[in-house]
């Protein structure tokens, strides 16, 4: 399994992306909304994709809204994760077809938590 961790936070990225390899994951990264869907267009395609919201040069809901046009990408499961704590930026992201919605500060066991309840561990 794939995952793809994007957060224009270096902190954040290499805390999300132990997390995911310990659970098994072959993880790469990316600093904003671009250049994560530079790297899904490059391929190989990711399972999974977990999001920062609030990022640089494309943003998380804004990656997520260019994913979904997508149909060959429709199978990607999609995770904010983001201090964006707000009911409707967390209706505003499920409507635009992310999965599921983590806020920071979380634990790995809340990471893990999501990716089983999606079906992924």
């Known amino acids: 399994m794939r995952a793809l ?13 132990r997390t995911m390899e310990q659970l098994g994951f072959e993880v790469s990264s990316a600093g904003d909304g671009q250049e994560a869907l530079d790297a899904v267009q490059a391929g190989p395609k990711p399972d999974v994709c977990l999001i ?13 809204v260019e994913v979904r046009k ?15 704590a707000e009911q409707a930026n967390i209706v505003r992201a499920l409507a635009a077809g992310a999965h599921e919605y983590v806020i920071k500060p979380f634990t790995p066991e809340i990471i893990e938590d999501k990716l089983a309840m999606l079906g992924l561990l």
């Open 5 to 17: 961790v994007i957060d224009d936070s270096r902190a954040m990225r290499t805390i999300l992306t």
């Open 52 to 64: 920062d919201w609030n990022m640089p040069v494309m943003n998380g809901l804004e990656f997520i």
């Open 70 to 84: 997508h149909r060959e990408w429709r199978d990607i499961t999609l995770m904010m994760v983001t201090t964006e």
